[in-house]
C-alpha cells in the first residue's frame, strides 16, 4: 500500500514558476514509476509527465516539454514537479499517480501517461494550480 500526497499548488501570474510535490508513505517509492496528470474544468484527464523507478528515466507531454522538470528522491520517498513559463492553460488540479510494479521502463509508463492514467495503482487527492493575471 501507499498513500500520495500532493502539495506545492496556488496561484501564479503567467511566466511564473511553482513546484508540486508528491510525498508517498508506505511501501519504499521505488518499487513505482510516478505519473503526474492534471485536470481542468469541463476537460479530460491529461497526463504530462512521468519517471520511472529506479534509473530515472523521464518523458513529458508536448504541451510541457520544455517548461516542466520531474524528479525523484527516493530516500525521501517524493516526487517533485517543477513548472516554468505557466501559462493559463496549464491551470487544473494536478494529480500524482503510482504505477507498479518495481522496474517498470520508461515505455510502459510513457503508454500510461498516453492513456492519461488507465490502471494507475495509486492517486493522491491533488493540488489546484491556478495561473492567472
Known amino acids: 500500500q501507499v498513500q500520495l500526497g500532493e502539495s506545492g499548488g496556488g496561484t501564479v501570474q503567467p511566466g511564473g514558476s511553482l513546484r508540486l510535490s508528491c510525498a508517498a508513505a508506505?511501501?519504499?517509492?521505488?518499487?513505482?514509476?510516478i505519473g503526474w496528470f492534471r485536470q481542468a474544468p469541463g476537460k479530460e484527464r491529461e497526463g504530462v509527465a512521468c519517471?520511472?523507478?529506479?534509473?530515472?528515466?523521464?518523458y513529458y507531454a508536448d504541451s510541457v516539454k520544455g517548461r516542466f522538470i520531474i524528479s525523484r528522491d527516493n530516500a525521501k520517498k517524493t516526487v517533485f514537479l517543477e513548472m516554468n513559463n505557466l501559462q493559463p492553460e496549464d491551470t487544473a488540479v494536478y494529480y500524482c499517480?503510482?504505477?507498479?510494479?518495481?522496474?517498470?521502463?520508461?515505455?510502459?509508463?510513457?503508454?500510461?501517461?498516453?492513456?492519461?492514467?488507465?490502471?494507475?495503482?495509486?492517486w493522491g487527492q491533488g493540488t489546484q494550480v491556478t495561473v492567472s493575471s
Open positions: 519517471i520511472s523507478t529506479i534509473d530515472g528515466d523521464t
Open positions: 508506505g511501501n519504499n517509492l521505488e518499487d513505482y514509476g
Open positions: 499517480a503510482a504505477k507498479g510494479p518495481r522496474g517498470v521502463g520508461i515505455y510502459v509508463l510513457r503508454l500510461w501517461i498516453l492513456a492519461r492514467g488507465l490502471q494507475s495503482d495509486y
